[in-house]
Nanobody, 123 residues
Framework: VQLQASGGGLVQAGGSLRLSCAAAGRIFSTYTMAWFRQAPGKERKFVAAISGSAGSTDYADSAKGRFTISRDNAKNTFYLQMNILKPEDTAVYYC?????????????????WGQGTLVTVSS
């Protein structure tokens, strides 16, 4: 399984971005997909996750109400719509896939990772 993240860039505070993660290889609709982020000098943190066909979601408190995770199983792609961006959202965003059906927040649970896409929010 290979993941390709895209959609990062420079945006002003209050703006929006949509990140995409395209998966290649054997991806089942039951797999859990997630986004993490890592700010400079800090550890990688959970942002959001979405389960398989049931579509259950989980969000970090920092993302609730502003970010939306979604998936298109037919395209093997999942997304992170980010609205009302803040400077503290600046980070490299990574997409990840877990072959289990359980929503998890631990990075160690995810077997496959994309290369990351940089999001910079200016004040």
């Amino acid at each position: 399984v290979q993941l390709q993240a895209s959609g990062g860039g420079l945006v002003q505070a209050g703006g929006s971005l949509r990140l995409s993660c395209a998966a290649a290889g054997r991806i089942f609709s039951t797999y859990t997909m997630a986004w993490f982020r890592q700010a400079p000098g800090k550890e990688r943190k959970f942002v959001a996750a979405i389960s398989g066909s049931a579509g259950s979601t989980d969000y970090a408190d920092s993302a609730k109400g502003r970010f939306t995770i979604s998936r298109d199983n037919a395209k093997n792609t999942f997304y992170l719509q980010m609205n009302i961006l803040k400077p503290e959202d600046t980070a490299v965003y990574y997409c990840a896939v877990d072959t289990s059906i359980i929503l998890q927040r631990s990075a160690g649970a995810y077997e496959y990772w994309g290369q990351g896409t940089l999001v910079t929010v200016s004040s």
